[in-house]
């Protein structure tokens, strides 16, 4: 089975499997995906030691993903509507068990809606990063920057104070790569661009991942 087919039944099966009739109190946020992740992978073995894509809906939506990455071996993770926390919950679930070369995260946007202040985000952030170097000390991981999305524009200066804290506590560590992605994405008036986002106003069209695209795929590493 070609790996666009297999793409499309895994984003099917995540869908079916997250409607099922669960009692929320029984599990945590997203176990259900979580549950349609490791029964897809017993249906389609993952490939082994891929680079790892992992986050939020940002990750798991990115437009003509296999297409883009064709020269890669690559794995998407992504969990729409995920927090920091969450992926933290899942790292024996979602990351460890891919044993990936590389990780490249984007995390951070959905915790903006919940967090006081920035440094709350950085926190969960520097607490995620922390947890994945304990069982993966040497693994390449590249941070993706939170974006600026125009449906959230109250959360604009907040996004760019935790990008600036991440940097700035990525800028010494070993193997590790912050990726701005969020000036790039602004317009000439250094203003948010709704040109490069959906209807919704805040997960990206093609134009969009076109412009991480091609700030990603230099640090990615070859087979």
Request: glycine residues 4%; charged residues 25%.
């Amino acid at each position: 089975m070609n790996r666009i087919l297999k793409s499309a039944l895994f984003g099917l099966s995540l869908l079916v499997f997250s409607n099922t009739t669960l009692k929320a109190q029984e599990h945590p946020p997203f176990w259900q995906d979580i549950q349609a992740i490791k029964q897809y992978d017993r249906v389609y073995e993952p490939p082994k030691n891929p680079i790892l894509f992992v986050g939020s809906s940002s990750i798991r939506l990115w437009v003509d993903f296999t297409k883009t990455f064709k020269d890669y071996t690559v794995l998407n993770r992504g969990i729409g509507g995920a927090v920091t926390a969450d992926i933290d919950r899942y790292l024996e679930d979602i990351v460890f068990p891919y044993q990936p070369k590389q990780i490249v995260l984007y995390i951070g946007e959905n915790d903006l809606l919940e967090a006081s202040n920035a440094e709350q985000v950085f926190k969960s952030i520097k607490k995620l990063y922390t947890d994945i170097r304990t069982r993966l000390p040497e693994v390449p991981i590249i941070y993706l920057a939170i974006k600026g999305s125009p449906s959230r524009s109250k959360e604009f200066n907040k996004a760019s104070e935790t990008n600036r804290l991440v940097k700035n506590y990525l800028i010494d560590k070993n193997n590790a790569i912050f990726i701005d992605v969020f000036t790039p994405m602004l317009d000439k008036k250094g203003e948010m661009n709704p040109s490069i986002f959906k209807a919704d106003q805040l997960h990206m069209n093609a134009s969009g991942y076109a412009i991480w695209n091609k700030l990603l795929v230099p640090h990615l590493l070859k087979d």
